[in-house]
């Protein structure tokens, strides 16, 4: 069998030559002792098992506001280096929805790596699709979804724009879908087509992997932490402060594998919605903020409980406030719960209660009133809705109860044309595009809000404000920011989390 070879050096003073005399004796012996293997015919030198790196490989997109949604069912992920050896980052079918987090990131799996310098990679996508939203010649809101059941190899592109470096105990991969390059429809506009079964489209998934340090970069703030990450506590620990989430599936892909996030409390760990740890119970759904660790966990910051007894949650934006009744139409990106998830669902909310994320802790110092209510609420808004189980029609939900609905932070692109100063704040101007929800869907007919200029925004900065982006905004060019959109009596206005490079219309 073979031996395990452990040398000890002496280095006391006293005897040393005969030590060292008998420690030569004793290191041959060792030696031929650790090149036989037991057998008769002798053996093999045991090799030393390669050095290896924990990697989170989370996913993020950078889009402008053409698209509503991009889906896509990553089957696996791989490295190469330059001699051509392989590794895997990821191995099992799972529908993502890119677009939600757009310049952000999202925790996907967790690997152990062999070391190296790897060039090039390859990524395989089973079924992918993506949907706009439009107000058609009639003035009715319409909804083009394009699909490929299956996306050929050819199809998509993967690109590391510099070598990844797979060194150290533990780091981050970002694997970020390029938008406005994996996706083209000439009927995702205004004037589309009543047909759209005819439209020319393509879907060519476009890539690029970038290395994350695990150390406080730049880099590390926006990729490795998590921010309002949805799911329901599948188990929890209260004694310990430990559980895990199971992750909602992507709308467009009800038979999407549910996935498991571990997460962690600690005694810095602010909660909402509930009064301690304790109230936390399997079932619940609820959102996070926190920092990925290297073993793929959460250490969470935040937990928020928007309604202890939801049975169906929903997230996405507003898409229509009808002045006729109390409702509010939604399209959900991302939805768990008790009933199936349509592409568009109405909520009652006569009696619903309006919340604020609390991600942003600078709200009391804005200097404006940031409300969010049934009164200001308007499409374009992104949100979170707890209800219970719906009214059904022929086995299709179509109403339910909104117990309750949490502004959530956003992503907005569009282009400076502006800056001021208010307080203690930077104040940007920014132009929106025009397929971006604000504007598109701000004329519809019948609606209960309306906004003086839907494709405005005036973007707040202040010192809470983290520059991901690599030079400060400008006049006349790109932006994106990220943060919390309130409707200030007809005007748009952001109080910004987080500044991101921004992408050419």
Known sequence: ????????????????????????????????????????????????????????????SDANDQLAAFTAQIQSVTLADASGKTVTLYENPLSLEFMHLNGLGGPLATATVERGTYTSATVSVGATSFSCDFIDASGG????TFAYGYTPAGSVTVTLPQPISVDGDAMGIALRLLVSQSA?????????????????????????LTAVPATATLATEQYLSVREYSGKIEVFDAAVGTGQLEIPAAVQELSNPSTQLPFTLGTDTVLQ?????????????????GVLQANGSVRSTRIAVADPLALNVRRG????????????????????????IAVAETFDVANASFHISGELSNLTELPFMPLFTAATVVPGQNIYVSAPRYLTNAGQPYLATATTITLMPQTIDGIVYGVTSSGNFTVYSIELGPQDLFAS???QQGQ?????????????????TQKFATAAPVVGAPARFYGLVFNDDGVLRMDAAAILDGLAP
Do not use: H, W
């Open 141 to 144: 809101l319409r909804n083009a």
């Open 448 to 464: 209960t809000t309306l906004i003086a200029q839907p494709s405005q925004v005036q973007v707040y900065v202040d010192s809470n």
């Open 1 to 60: 069998m073979d031996r395990e070879c452990v040398v000890f050096t002496a280095t006391t003073r006293a005897g040393r030559r005969l030590v060292c005399s008998a420690a030569a004796l004793l290191l041959l012996a060792l030696v031929n002792a650790c090149s036989s293997s037991g057998g008769a015919g002798g053996g093999t030198p045991t090799p030393f098992p390669p050095a290896t790196t924990k990697v989170n490989l989370v996913f993020s």
């Open 441 to 443: 869907m701000a004329v």
């Open 184 to 208: 083209t429809a000439s009927s995702c506009t205004a004037n589309a087509p009543t047909e759209l079964g005819i439209t020319a489209f393509s879907i060519t998934p476009t890539f690029e």
């Open 273 to 289: 919605g509930v009064a301690n740890t304790a109230a936390l119970a399997p079932g619940m759904f609820v959102t996070l903020d």
């Open 317 to 340: 934006p507003v898409i229509l406030v009808p002045s006729s009744v109390p409702t509010v139409e939604m399209q959900p990106v991302q939805g768990q719960g008790a009933d199936l």
